[in-house]
């Protein structure tokens, strides 16, 4: 098993381009998050989706947008990229089942973004 | 409301004890431990569940008071591997696995 996939691995934007962040992973599991980590800070959630065909809102969703492709894929849409968008970008995975709460998340090796 | 962490950064020699904790105001029903190295991804250690259930890590230690709204990571006897940044990561009761993470306390451990 991968686990959790990410691309690209490292990315730099200019100011206004867009761009599309893919995720994949092959756990077979039903909810999936987006966070971004800022230099010496904790993570901060972005999107998740709960399951397939859902998606919602997490700390930091201003200037992104989502997509849960399917069970496997949840892509993050980055549509006018501005310079405080430069971060690091991880996509998790938890089970999910249905009402889960405590649930383990399984973290992609991150991209690394700079708008610049 | 982000957890507070503390110490934000610890040194050890190999073989010593540290606790790191992570505060909330809020009431919790989980609290997740993950710690990352430089340049890599988080990787799980623990959940502390309200009342007293844990999943994770057998070799780590750690628990949450309920009263307080806070949790404790023991490193005891510590490793050179223990090195890394370790986060906190707070879940209230509705919200269905959304967690959030506190700001990290870098830990370094000596030969």
């Known amino acids: ?116 | 409301q982000q957890p507070v962490q503390s110490p934000q950064a610890v040194i050890l020699r190999e073989g010593e004890d540290a606790v790191i904790n992570c505060s909330s105001s809020k009431a919790l029903y989980s609290v997740h431990w993950y710690r990352q190295k430089h340049g890599e991804a988080p990787v799980f250690l623990m959940i502390l569940l309200k009342g007293g259930e844990q999943k994770g890590h057998e070799k780590i230690s750690a628990s949450f008071n309920e009263k307080k709204q806070q949790s404790s990571l023991y490193l005891t006897a510590s490793q050179l591997s223990y090195s890394g940044t370790y986060f906190c990561g707070t879940e209230r009761g509705a919200a269905g696995n959304k967690l959030t993470f506190g700001g990290g306390t870098r830990v370094l451990v000596k030969p």
């Open chain 1, 1 to 116: 098993n991968a686990g959790v996939t990410q691309t690209p691995k490292f990315q730099v934007l200019k100011t206004g381009q867009s761009m599309t962040l893919q995720c994949a992973q092959d756990m077979n599991h039903n909810s999936m998050y987006w966070y971004r980590q800022d230099p010496g800070m904790g993570l901060r959630l972005i999107y998740y989706s709960a399951s397939e065909g859902t998606t919602d809102k997490g700390e930091v969703p201003n200037g992104y947008n989502v997509s849960r492709l399917n069970k496997r894929e949840f892509s993050l849409r980055l549509e006018s990229a501005a310079p405080s968008q430069t971060s690091v970008y991880f996509c998790a995975s938890s089970k999910g089942l249905q009402g889960a709460r405590a649930d383990t998340q399984y973290f992609g090796p991150g991209t690394r973004l700079t708008v610049l």
